[in-house]
């Protein structure tokens, strides 16, 4: 039997209340975020830098910086990392990306195993670094290469310097490569870095505990934490969260250059004369093969990681 104003309904009419109650219902236990975006749509962006960085990737992350710049609704950014580099060039494309949106938003990087060589100078412009403590490589600021080899004309050259650059010539551009790479890292973190230009330049690896201690980190911490933080520093109270996974890019060799010349191929015995890689050693076999071998190497060669050995730049 219906009770109290309920009996006063008709069958139809008690049918339509339920229904709204059910959605009333539905309102107040939806997830959070709808009742965010529902309110002002402020948002953290998520985009993800994972594997080799090659071209794919650069342009890949280099739009999606670019989106949420021109994003109105976008706040904060987070860069959740996790790469041993690659190309140089690319490398730098990102570095660009990411020091333009640090001037108009904040951006965190995180790290939970690998931001090393061509990684870390691509999020070094973030705001703030975070790694897992027990991150396994963080730095790596140097770059590998082939050993300088001479160059002899060629049947189709039309000048004298078409044949390629001589050994000495090679050496001078490793080393300016090495040299950009280090004054990059210093100028984006200098002020937290606490070792000199030598020791940056020795283009050594390090655990997520050392890198907090040495300055090559902030803190530790991990996407939840940044996504959290970003928001608090763009005074955000409410908002949503926007992840961009990589969908099959930056995943493996081979590498290519802008001009679409393939660099690195399955069948190479070796990198193309005078290329430079800016690869952390201890990725080098996962990122490059294990039949491609950098015979020079701004930091310590990768049969020398974990080994009591120096490192150095090559002069």
């Known amino acids: 039997m219906p009770i109290g104003p309920l009996n006063k309904l008709s069958g139809r009419q008690q049918v339509a209340l339920v229904v709204l109650l059910a959605i009333a219902a539905g309102v107040l236990a939806a997830p959070q975020v709808y009742s965010f975006v529902a309110d002002d749509g402020d948002t953290v962006v998520v985009i993800e830098m994972q594997g080799p960085i090659e071209t794919n990737m650069a342009q890949d992350v280099e739009d999606q910086l670019r989106d949420a710049r021109q994003d109105d609704a976008v706040e904060a950014v987070v860069l959740e990392v996790e790469s041993g580099g690659g190309l140089p060039a690319q490398s730098e494309r990102i570095y660009a990306a990411v020091d333009r949106t640090s001037e108009e938003m904040p951006v965190i990087a995180t790290v939970d195993t690998m931001g090393a060589s061509g990684a870390y100078l691509s999020m070094a412009p973030a705001d703030e670094i975070y790694v897992a403590p027990s991150a396994q490589a963080v730095g790596s600021v140097?770059?590998?290469?082939?050993?300088?080899?001479?160059?002899?004309?060629?049947?189709?050259?039309?000048?004298?310097?078409?044949?390629?650059?001589?050994?000495?010539?090679?050496?001078?551009?490793?080393?300016?490569?090495?040299?950009?790479?280090?004054?990059?890292?210093?100028?984006?973190?200098?002020?937290?870095?606490?070792?000199?230009?030598?020791?940056?330049?020795?283009?050594?690896?390090?655990?997520?505990?050392?890198?907090?201690?040495?300055?090559?980190?902030?803190?530790?911490?991990?996407?939840?934490?940044?996504?959290?933080?970003?928001?608090?520093?763009?005074?955000?109270?409410?908002?949503?969260?926007?992840?961009?996974?990589?969908?099959?890019?930056?995943?493996?060799?081979?590498?290519?250059?802008?001009?679409?010349?393939?660099?690195?191929?399955?069948?190479?015995?070796?990198?193309?004369?005078?290329?430079?890689?800016?690869?952390?050693?201890?990725?080098?076999?996962?990122?490059?093969?294990?039949?491609?071998?950098?015979?020079?190497?701004?930091?310590p060669e990768p049969s020398e990681v974990g080994a009591d050995a120096d490192g150095g730049v090559d002069a």
């Open 142 to 299: 140097g770059v590998a290469g082939t050993a300088p080899s001479p160059s002899g004309p060629n049947a189709g050259t039309t000048g004298p310097d078409k044949r390629g650059p001589s050994t000495e010539q090679q050496r001078e551009q490793q080393q300016i490569l090495a040299n950009l790479f280090v004054e990059s890292v210093i100028e984006q973190r200098g002020d937290e870095i606490e070792l000199d230009r030598e020791e940056i330049a020795h283009a050594n690896s390090y655990l997520g505990t050392e890198a907090v201690n040495n300055g090559y980190a902030d803190d530790f911490g991990f996407v939840d934490d940044a996504i959290e933080d970003a928001a608090d520093e763009a005074g955000l109270r409410t908002y949503s969260v926007e992840t961009h996974r990589a969908d099959g890019v930056g995943v493996g060799m081979p590498l290519i250059e802008d001009d679409g010349d393939i660099v690195v191929t399955e069948n190479d015995e070796t990198l193309n004369d005078a290329f430079i890689l800016a690869v952390a050693p201890e990725v080098w076999e996962e990122t490059v093969g294990t039949e491609l071998e950098p015979v020079s190497y701004t930091g």
